[in-house]
Each structure stands twice: as structure tokens, then as C-alpha cells.
């Protein structure tokens, strides 16, 4: 740890907020968790026969996130960006390290913090087992570790051409509420308040994620926007995609705009932590059983094609199947942006 210090004591600090209730969350349940807080290291015993998936998001004061921003909130949101990457591998998850730089020692802000932060755990039944506190501009930064099965991890690699292509949930909402908050679009405060969650308290979909372990080829998490984000599996997978427009899965407040404004917030909208998944027409019955079982809407977009020239590349379509345009995988969304209804 750093050898800067706060007026509460930094152990005062991380025992008040952080360790007191990362140890009354702790279960006998958390087999894979031999030690949590308080050592030098926190110990993991791997799971037998599964891997340890891995992964951090960081999250920066006026970058990522408003100045002012409500604490509980932003613990929220920054345990659910990692989840929903584990989601996205198919990975089940066993614990979280947070490294934090707080400003000032704010303790009704650190009690928000520690009371989202400790929710979202729960609910994910993810626990806090050690983490770095210090001084400086507000940063949180979470590494969030995860079990999987040897070999089924669903990566990005694994698209083959006559693949369905599927996001689960409705897309574009979280670019909506930005919008709304940038003032670029008016929004009842009605609509707003159906669509500022997807913005600030992003679910991960983590129990879709391990459903799909033996039936999708390949996944991500949709953080920077559908299309964009596919481009990653397209590339990674050495194939093409055609995409129906129509087809994207849109909450009803997203309907009410503009046919432009619906296309541009489904198609490259970020932030909407859905799940965007290829796999086989052979597995529709399942996915389907799966959508009704998770009471999750799951939506089949378009299709896996055989890379046509050396750049992937989505072909996005209209209700009739006609070509609307022709998009590079990466990077594309600029061109989308002057793409109109
Ligand atoms: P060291 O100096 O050995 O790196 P620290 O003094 O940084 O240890 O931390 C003491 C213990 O508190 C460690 O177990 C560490 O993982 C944990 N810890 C520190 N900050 C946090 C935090 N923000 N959240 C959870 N655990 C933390
Ligand atoms: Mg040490």
C-alpha cells in the first residue's frame, strides 16, 4: 500500500468500508476463496477442472464518470462492467479486488460507496477479497476474477459463416439517457426515468453467460456499441455479419424517437452491457428455451458470412433485405453516423 495516509486511517478507513462488510458477505458457499482481506495477498483455490477468467475496468473521475457522481451508484456500475465481463466469457464469478484513489476521505461518500458496492456483490454473490487505497484523483479500479470450466470459455474467435448472430435484452437505451442528460434530445421525465438505469446502473448477464457455455461460438459484452463491438468478434473470427436494422431489440421509450435517432442509439449506441452471441441455426430451440427460462428477451439480428476481402465487414440490411450499406468492422461508426432511416 502507499504510504500516504488519511485523516480516518487508512486502516480505519478500509476495515469501516470495506473489510467489515466484505467479511459478513463471506459465505461457506465461497469454496474458491481461501483467504479475503487482511494479508498481503488474498488466496484463490482454482476450482477443479475449471480456469480462473480475470478481468479489470477502471474507472476515472471526468472521464468515465460525472464529477458528483452518487457513490452507491458508481460502485454499482463499476462491479457490473467487470461482471458483465466474465458474463461474456461464460464465466461464473468467485471474487473482486478494488483499488481506489479517493481525493479526500469523504465518509458519507465512502458509506454510499461501501453500501452500493456491498448490493451489487451480494446480488452477484461476488465477494470483495482485497484490493489498494489512496490518495489522488478520484479512480476505481476493479479486478474481478471468475470460473469457468477448462476449454469452454465463449470467446471472440469462435464465429463460423452460417452462425446466427443474437444480443439478449434491448439496445441503445444507456446512449439514449445520455442524450437526454446532454440535452442533444428532450425526454419526459417519465421516459427518462425508464431509461437512466441502463446508463447508471448497468445489469451484467451473468447467468446468460454460463447457459451459453456449450451453445454459442462466440460473445462479448456490448459496452461501446453493438455494431462497433461485433466488429471485434467479426475480426477475432476472420468472418463477415449481415445485420437487420429492423430487427434490433429496442425498449418502447427508444421507439417513441425518430427513426434515425432509434437505428443510430440500437446500432452504435454504448453502455448497454447486453450480450451479443453467434451460434448455430442448429441451437435456436435452445436459445429460446433459455430466453423464457432467464424471462430475458433474446433477439436473432443477422448472420455469420464468409469474409469476402481482407477486412470484415457488417452488411447491414433493411426489412426487405436490401443492402443498406456496407460497414468496415473496425473502424466503422463513423460512417454510420450520417446514415439516415
Ligand atoms: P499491503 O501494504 O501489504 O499491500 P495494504 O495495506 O494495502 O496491504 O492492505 C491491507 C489489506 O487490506 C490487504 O489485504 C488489502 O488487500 C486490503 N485492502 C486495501 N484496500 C482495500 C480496498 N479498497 N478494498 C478491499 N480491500 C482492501
Ligand atoms: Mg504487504
Known amino acids: 500500500m502507499s504510504s500516504r495516509s488519511t485523516p480516518l486511517g487508512e486502516f480505519d478507513l478500509i476495515d469501516r468500508f470495506f473489510k467489515t462488510s466484505a467479511d459478513s458477505l463471506r459465505t461457506n458457499a465461497d469454496e474458491a476463496i481461501t483467504l479475503g482481506i487482511g494479508d498481503d495477498c488474498a488466496l484463490i ?10 478481468t479489470s475496468d ?13 457513490p452507491a451508484q458508481l460502485a454499482r456500475k463499476a462491479l457490473a462492467v467487470n461482471l458483465s465481463d466474465l ?3 461464460g464465466a461464473r464469478p468467485l471474487g ?31 465477494p470483495l477479497i482485497g484490493g489498494d487505497t489512496t490518495a489522488g484523483p478520484l479512480t476505481i479500479s476493479i479486478t474481478a476474477f471468475g470460473a469457468i470450466p477448462t476449454g469452454k470459455a465463449i470467446r471472440r474467435s469462435g464465429a463460423k ?17 445520455l442524450a437526454a442528460l446532454r440535452h442533444e434530445i428532450n425526454l ?8 437512466e438505469h441502463r446508463m447508471h446502473q448497468p445489469m451484467a448477464r451473468v447467468e446468460l453467460g454460463v447457459q451459453l457455455r456449450n451453445v454459442a461460438t462466440a460473445a462479448l459484452d456490448v459496452s461501446d456499441g453493438l455494431l462497433g463491438d461485433l466488429g471485434h468478434i467479426l475480426k477475432q473470427s476472420h468472418v463477415d455479419a449481415e445485420i437487420a436494422l429492423d430487427k434490433l431489440p429496442k425498449s418502447i421509450t427508444l421507439q417513441k424517437q425518430d427513426l434515425a435517432i432509434q437505428n443510430q442509439f440500437a446500432a452504435c449506441g454504448g453502455d448497454d452491457y447486453e450480450l451479443c452471441f453467434t451460434a448455430p441455426s442448429s441451437q435456436r430451440d435452445k436459445i429460446q428455451a433459455i430466453s423464457k427460462s432467464l424471462n430475458l428477451p433474446l433477439t436473432l439480428i443477422g448472420k455469420i458470412l464468409p469474409k469476402r476481402d481482407s477486412q470484415a465487414k457488417v452488411y447491414l440490411l433493411d426489412a426487405s433485405g436490401t443492402l443498406l450499406s456496407d460497414l468496415q468492422a473496425a473502424p466503422f461508426l463513423n460512417s454510420f453516423d450520417h446514415f439516415a432511416s
Open 45 to 54: 483455490k482454482p476450482p477443479v477442472n475449471e480456469e480462473i477468467a480475470i
Open 58 to 70: 477502471m474507472l476515472v473521475e471526468g472521464r468515465h464518470f460525472f464529477v458528483g457522481a452518487d
Open 87 to 89: 458474463s461474456a466469457m
Open 96 to 126: 473482486f479486488t478494488l483499488a481506489i484513489a479517493l481525493p479526500a476521505v469523504d465518509e458519507a461518500w465512502l458509506a454510499g460507496f461501501s453500501k452500493g458496492l456491498f448490493a451489487i456483490a451480494k446480488e452477484y454473490s461476488c
Open 161 to 177: 459463416p452460417g452462425d446466427d448472430v443474437w444480443v439478449s435484452g434491448t439496445v441503445g437505451d444507456a446512449r439514449l439517457s
Open 188 to 195: 419526459s421525465s417519465e421516459d427518462l426515468q425508464q431509461v
